[in-house]
């Protein structure tokens, strides 16, 4: 008993003396005092260290120890300090501007700077160094931090000033409103393979929420040709060491400086045209090596860039051993504005403790992102501890004030006084936005639709009132699983037809399941190219009424999900009873000459004849998809499956099934398809393309809803989606035996309109449009289209012809999925 007792205690012993850590702080300023941001802190020869904050403070924890640190930023002579730490320390240091020497410079015969020479030597050896690191783990800390500077009193009827209130805002809606801190493990394998596991999330306002931060997205490589950061810029934007970056920058050499025996070559880089996507700044070049030292680059709203005004970056890099360098830091700085907002921020990533021999688990890199969903209960003692980068004074006072305000927003006292404010109902509401009810506190959303979007207008119906109301709970709020139920209601004051019908929807572990049931007007093309609202339009004011109805009693069930990896699937069961319908209604508010309403039979459009007898119908359909996809995310509340680079595929079967509970119809249809969407070209922009054929394998009993329908067009105003035509008619040419059928589109990004003055500053991207249809009822019809696109807003000419020669043109306005 008293060796267990003396083991025990020695072990605790041993256990506290390893664990003992001693910090070293201080403050990095400059030779006028001021501080130094984010300084890099580092222990020489290894890859533990830290980052000063924007005030210059910093913080390292270490064991006891002696110890050579090494301080340093751009612009800066590196400064080292010799050390042995036992108790807590105190060192501030001052760093002295680098002295860039600028021997004696030798153009060559052509006029080049010598920096030319120098680039090119590092555009050389981009692929060596891209592909040196063949694997490697290490740890990241990453801060987030977003600041209002500016903003409206109201924003499309919100209110500002209760908003600011809400979020911890000051009186003049100034302040943060993103502040949090993660730590992950990071585990990469070339060419491009990443793990993320989140270790510790801290979200300032709130104790359920995770960060946002991502070392995934902090992983910046400018080896790569391009940089392709999301929804920052139309065009990705080209790296100063790219195969072809001597056509789009001009370079200056700087100066040399020697650093820990190294040579450093700073170089300036500018565009060589103003609007390109192009950075401005400074990138560090080794000698000898020729490899990227660090570099402070930022890129304009010159350069036609989304979201800011400016975005700076800055990276350093470090010696893991002999022959390879990798990231130390990574920070983004932006400052942006719009609609009278104005918004500042960083994100700041620290690398420490690199593996470049790591052993990874089968499949590891199938999951690109886990976060536990206890990662953010560490407390404040932890992230003092932990956090290289420390908090500056008001980092500290937003934590504080925050939480105070996280505790209260999870009260029931405080959502009702929310849901109070928000429940208001106006006539306003009830007329245009429609009502919404809100219940916070057990998590529930009422939603009834508003009048003046529900009243349509259809030579079948004529005046329609088209009104629904869903409800939707949050039981989970771990896996955030919902259940809905909807109801709707519809009447024609013409045909005195009164429909109704019901939905829900919930969760079967990890599928859905719909359930729908009761009776509806609906479009005779299932793929509901015109929407009811532009239909109401064309009839009122132009006297056109392009939708064609019929009346559908039904009942349907279906269940959706992921079975493994990229492979969905959705299977469903649907009985009907179809009833065509004739037109009841001649009015429009006006009558231009030459338009006259047709009949509501699309292939008979000068008779109101019966296109179809009353019919019932049941069918099976199932429709798989697979694209390849075995990459993940996973979050406290599940999975979330990524985008592949590879084409999705898809197969559909319907199968009409006659004599069940009544049923007239006895088919078989076959289809498949292709896709894939935003294919990058680099510079030249992305293409999107779709692939489909199919076939009536059977078709002994069948009407015409239930023939294959595309989505055509007829109006200015288009459905857009990657199988959309242009020009094609709605509903004539609609088969029962056999289609082929593909689309292609490319959009440049830019790529044009960019260099043309003036035209630039809207940001516009060119649109190539071509799709092509064969069928019995129409041989090779091929559209092609050009236009211009906004945001998602797009304006397209189109052209279109087939086998027979008839040609059609026309004006296309739509928006893009």
Not at 50 to 78: M, T, V
Not at 516 to 530: T, W
Not at 543 to 559: G, V, W
Not at 583 to 609: E, I, M, R
Request: charged share 20%.
């Amino acid at each position: 008993m008293r060796f267990a007792f003396t083991f025990i205690l020695v072990l605790l012993i041993t256990s506290g003396s390893l664990a003992q850590q001693v910090s070293i702080s201080g403050k990095v300023t400059n030779e006028s005092g001021k501080p130094v941001p984010f300084a890099s802190v580092y222990i020489k020869n290894t890859t533990k260290g830290a980052s000063a904050n924007s005030e210059g403070d910093y913080l390292l924890q270490l064991p006891p120890g002696q110890y050579d640190i090494q301080y340093k930023a751009l612009g800066f002579r590196q400064e080292s300090r010799k050390v042995e730490l036992n108790v807590n320390l105190v060192l501030n240091v001052t760093l002295s501007a680098e002295l860039y020497e600028l021997k004696t410079v030798t153009i060559n015969s052509v006029g080049e700077d010598p920096a030319y020479a120098i680039i090119r030597k590092a555009i050389k050896k981009r692929k060596t160094h891209l592909s040196e690191v063949k694997a490697y783990t290490c740890e990241v800390y990453i801060k987030g931090l977003q600041k209002l500077l500016a903003a409206p009193k109201k924003f499309m009827g919100a209110d500002i000033n209760q908003i600011g209130r809400e979020i911890g805002l000051d009186s003049n809606r100034r302040g943060i409103v993103y502040l949090s801190e993660s730590e992950s493990k990071v585990s990469y394998q070339y060419p491009g393979e990443i793990h993320e596991e989140m270790i510790s999330s801290k979200f300032s306002g709130s104790n359920r929420m995770f960060s946002f931060n991502r070392a995934s997205d902090a992983k910046v490589n400018f080896y790569e040709n391009y940089q392709n950061w999301g929804g920052l810029s139309n065009r990705p934007l080209m790296s100063p060491v790219s195969d072809n970056a001597l056509f789009y920058y001009r370079y200056k050499l700087m100066g040399t400086s020697t650093e820990n025996g190294v040579v450093i070559n700073k170089i300036r880089v500018t565009p060589r045209r103003a609007h390109d996507p192009c950075f401005d700044g400074f990138i560090y070049i080794i000698d000898d090596s020729w490899r990227i030292y660090a570099l402070d680059l930022y890129i304009t709203s010159r350069a036609n860039i989304n979201f800011v005004d400016t975005l700076r970056v800055n990276q350093q890099f470090l010696p893991v051993d002999s022959k390879v360098w990798l990231q130390s830091s990574n920070k983004f700085e932006f400052t942006g504005g719009l609609f009278g907002f104005r918004l500042k921020g960083y994100f700041i990533s620290v690398y420490k403790d690199y593996d470049l021999s790591p052993v990874f688990k089968k499949n590891e890199f199938n999951e690109v992102l886990h976060i536990p969903q206890k990662v953010n209960k560490n407390d404040t003692a932890y992230w003092n501890k932990e956090r290289p980068v420390p908090l500056n004074s008001e980092e500290k006072t937003d934590y504080q004030k925050k939480e105070k305000l996280a505790i209260k927003r999870e009260s029931k006292t405080y959502l009702d006084s929310l849901d109070k404010v928000t429940n208001k109902v106006k006539p306003s509401s009830l007329l245009f936005t429609g009502i919404n009810i809100i219940n916070r506190y057990k998590r529930e959303f009422y939603h009834v639709d508003p009048l003046v979007g529900s009243l349509l207008f259809n030579t079948v119906e004529g005046l329609t009132l088209n009104y629904g109301a869903y409800f939707r709970k949050r039981f989970d709020t771990v896996t955030n699983k919902s259940i809905g139920f909807g109801a709707k209601l519809r009447y024609g004051f013409s045909d005195h037809l009164l429909s109704g019908s019901v939905n829900a929807d919930l969760p079967v572990n990890t599928f859905k399941l719909d359930l729908s049931a009761g009776s509806d007007v609906a479009d005779l093309n299932n793929q509901a190219p015109m929407s009811p609202f532009i239909n109401t339009i064309y009839t009122l004011f132009e006297r056109q009424n392009y939708e064609k109805l019929y009346q559908k009693q039904f009942a349907t069930a279906s269940i959706s999900g992921r079975i493994t990896g990229g492979l969905q699937a959705t299977a469903s069961v649907e009985w009907a009873n179809r009833k065509w319908l004739p037109n009841t209604s001649n009015y429009s508010f006006f009558q231009p000459g030459g338009h006259q309403f047709t009949s509501n039979n699309p292939l008979v459009p000068d008779q109101d004849v019966q296109l179809f007898p009353e019919n019932q119908s049941f069918k099976f359909t199932f429709r798989t998809t697979y694209d390849f996809s075995n990459k993940y995310e996973t979050y406290p509340f599940g999975k979330r499956y990524l985008p592949s680079d590879y084409p999705t595929i898809g197969l559909t079967y319907t199968k009409g099934i006659k004599n069940i509970f009544g049923s007239d119809t006895d088919y078989d249809l076959l289809s498949a398809d292709i896709s894939k969407s935003d294919i990058s070209m680099g510079v030249y922009g992305r293409t999107s393309f779709y692939i489909g054929a199919g076939k009536f394998l059977n078709a002994n009993s069948l009407y015409y809803t239930d023939y294959k329908q595309f989505s055509g067009n007829q109006v200015l105003f288009y459905k857009g989606g990657i199988n959309s035509f242009l020009l094609l008619d709605y509903y004539r040419f609609s088969t029962y035996t056999e289609y082929v059928e593909a689309h292609l589109e490319h959009n440049f990004s830019g790529f044009i309109t960019n260099k043309i003055p003036l035209l630039r500053k809207l940001k516009l991207q060119e649109i190539v449009d071509f799709n092509y249809l064969s069928a019995p009822e129409l041989k090779n019809y091929y559209e092609l289209g050009f236009g211009l696109q906004y945001l998602n807003f797009r304006v397209i000419y189109g052209t279109s012809f087939n086998s027979g020669s008839n040609i059609k043109n026309g004006v296309r306005i739509g928006v893009s999925f």
